[in-house]
């Protein structure tokens, strides 16, 4: 794959021209489509400054599923950059300037955050340090997309007027793979990456929760931190002078709905991507769980639909006949905190785990995950998280790291509920 730029009409295009060997379909459910994406360029920002290490990275993000063989960057790199691309099997990076320098940010610097709008990266900005700079990507709409980013830009306008140096970059990277959406799952981090230097970032940092970490509500604990996932992007990033941060890696969705609502800054976050500002759809997946989740904290009693409006949502009912259901570990906690009696939760009760299983250990804060986080950090998030859940204590973390479901999931018992559950839906 050979990747060039040009700054052009107030933006940085990034151009691919892959080589015959490269897989442009690598798997059966998206492929490379595009071979152009841009970044808009802010004012008075001279995108030529840009630190090639930092476009290299972006190149990365883009277009590592589609390559193989050999990746060539739009400019030479740094020797510590061109080291970490070694962490790469499948294709070789080129070319490697021996005496240009790595990038390295100055003492003055400041965490940097890929933030979304969501409860995750909110509850993350909230643990961070104060001088956080969180960066939203603008992603163009598309005709006929169910995406309203209306509520996450309100979000980014609050963040500004409680002081923050927020900044929304324009991106278009979703576009260039069909379907659209992001070619790598941290790639919500190229305009981070673009204004690492200009904004002097000593990291970046992304809402990874525990349920994307280290499995809960899949079906095994893994030990994220020797992954192959952190072992890639983790490098990659370091290599870049940028080090990946994940601050609520040991947080489950329980624990960031929990830090939203102490939080002084936690007004601003919305999940849903599909409703205006503070008015959620109430059609998707994530209004489900999250609405499930926060009637079983007492805090959405009012805003919340009936249960038999929940369980109509067509988005909800794709998951719940799944096994697993997705974030199952999230519906399992709700249901054992929700009132008996209701048909829906009764029934979806004798489908989640087992019942006597206990999660109150879910609000609670795994600080195993501190080494997610660079060094200079730990300190402030340990504090934090200290102060909005607390450490999760020996036997806690005792589940955490045997968590299994591969037993129950097999079951009889949970296929006959499964079907029963369905059923039941069915009928909505």
Not at 126 to 133: D, I, K, N, R
Not at 269 to 295: E, H, M, N, T, Y
Not at 409 to 426: D, G
Request: proline content about 6%; some cysteine.
């Amino acid at each position: 794959m050979k990747t060039s730029t040009q700054i052009k009409d107030g933006y940085i295009r990034f151009k691919f021209e892959p080589s015959k060997e490269d897989p442009v379909h690598p798997v059966e459910h998206y492929k490379l489509i595009g071979r152009k994406m841009k970044i808009k360029i802010p004012d008075g920002v001279d995108a030529k400054k840009i630190h090639p290490d930092h476009l290299a990275l972006i190149t990365i993000l883009t277009i590592h599923p589609f390559t193989r063989g050999e990746m060539i960057f739009p400019k030479p790199v740094s020797k510590r950059f061109f080291e970490a691309t070694q962490v790469v099997s499948r294709y070789k990076c080129s070319p490697v300037d021996e005496e240009l320098e790595a990038w390295n940010a100055s003492d003055d610097s400041s965490p940097g955050l890929a933030f979304s709008g969501g409860a995750d990266s909110t509850a993350a900005l909230a643990v961070m340090p104060a001088t956080t700079v969180p960066i939203f990507m603008d992603r163009p709409d598309k005709k006929g997309s169910l995406y309203d980013k209306s509520a996450a830009i309100e979000s980014c306008r609050q963040l500004k007027l409680l002081g923050f140096n927020m900044q929304v970059i324009e991106c278009d990277v979703e576009h260039i793979r069909d379907p659209v959406g992001f070619p790598t799952d941290v790639a919500n981090a190229i305009p981070a990456v673009f204004l690492a230097s200009v904004l002097n970032l000593n990291s970046i940092s992304f809402g990874t929760i525990l349920e994307s970490s280290y499995g809960t509500g899949h079906r095994l604990f893994r030990d994220y931190p020797n992954l192959s996932h952190w072992r890639l992007w983790g490098t990659l990033f370091t290599g870049a002078g940028i080090p990946m941060a994940l601050p609520v890696a040991g947080v489950s969705e329980v624990g960031t709905r929990l830090i939203i609502e102490k939080a002084p800054l936690g007004y601003v976050a919305q999940s849903c991507i599909r409703g205006k500002w503070q008015v959620p759809c109430w059609d998707c997946w994530k209004c489900f769980r999250k609405g499930l989740l926060g009637v079983a904290l007492k805090l959405d009693m009012q805003s919340v639909p009936n249960m038999e409006s929940l369980f109509s949502i067509k988005e909800a009912v794709k998951y719940l006949i799944e096994i697993p259901i997705k974030h199952e570990n999230i519906i399992a906690y709700a249901v054992q905190r929700l009132p008996k009696g209701d048909l829906f939760i009764d029934t979806l009760g004798q489908r989640v785990l087992d019942k006597s299983m206990e999660l109150g250990w879910l609000e609670n804060w795994f600080d195993g995950s501190l080494e997610l986080v660079p060094e200079v950090m730990r300190e402030h998030i340990a504090e934090k998280l200290e102060f909005y859940l607390g450490r999760m204590d020996e036997a806690g973390v005792a589940k955490l790291n045997s968590w299994n479901m591969d037993k129950f999931l097999t079951s009889k018992k949970c296929i006959k509920a499964q079907e029963k559950l369905a059923a039941l839906i069915s009928k909505q």
